[in-house]
């Protein structure tokens, strides 16, 4: 029988794999014995502040209040950015945006489920949604498509996006994370304002989602 240069190859990498046969290879074992947990419950004190200075870090922008004052802050920081016109999910909080002096044309409100085209999507001044969790050690939000968050055309297209996140959303780590999200759904990790940077790092931001992130971090 003639052997072929790659079955000679072949061979030889069975050999040095300690195989002889043609049988699959078995996989390596993990360790798994990395840290999973920061050591404290979700929504502790620590968490909070490791979660805005990671923010900070970012160029986002924190705003953080008592439960009763969402409104008021949301409310604030539109006034603040001049914002008149909003997207929001159909599921947002009627009380986020009690406050505000605002025109708010909401995705997927219709009776047949209509969403936003993108062009209208691109011509509001921000949009305003929830989150699913929060990650302090790496100062992550993550959207998941639910009706708090909104489809993720929702929150790409406009320029600002404002997010409220519960203290009971934060959690110390990924891992930690993971377990509360739905693996089924689209899931957006967002980490500050969208940026990226060319081959002479120069930063550009925008490109592939809001130029400017606004956190309302409600405590308590």
């Known amino acids: 029988m003639t052997t072929s240069a790659r079955d ?3 061979g030889r990498i069975r050999t040095a794999l300690g195989r002889t046969g043609t049988e699959a290879p078995q996989p390596s074992p993990v360790p798994r014995d990395y840290r999973t947990s920061l050591g404290e419950e979700p929504g502790a004190p620590g968490l909070l502040d490791l979660l805005v ?10 705003h953080r209040c008592a439960p009763d004052a969402v409104g008021a802050t949301v409310a604030a920081a539109l006034a603040e950015r001049g914002a008149r016109r909003l997207a929001a ?24 489920g209509g969403t936003l085209s993108v062009a209208t999507l691109d011509a509001v001044d921000g949009v305003v949604t929830g989150c699913a969790v929060a990650v302090a050690q790496t100062g992550t939000i993550v959207l ?28 110390g780590s990924v891992p930690e994370a993971l377990p509360r999200l739905d693996p089924d759904r689209p899931l957006t990790w967002v980490s500050g304002p969208s940026a990226t940077s060319d081959i002479e ?6 490109v592939h989602g809001p130029r400017t992130l606004v956190v309302v971090l409600v405590e308590g």
């Open 53 to 62: 200075d990671r923010l900070v870090d970012y160029k986002a922008t924190v």
């Open 8 to 10: 000679e190859v072949l």
């Open 201 to 206: 790092l120069d930063r550009v931001e925008g």
């Open 89 to 112: 999910p159909s599921g947002l909080p009627a009380g986020w945006l009690a406050g505000a002096d605002v025109e708010t044309v909401t995705d997927g409100a219709t009776p047949d």
């Open 144 to 171: 998941d498509s639910s009706p708090v968050c909104g489809r993720r055309a929702l929150t790409l297209v406009p320029d600002y996006h404002l997010i409220v996140v519960r203290a009971d959303q934060v959690v």
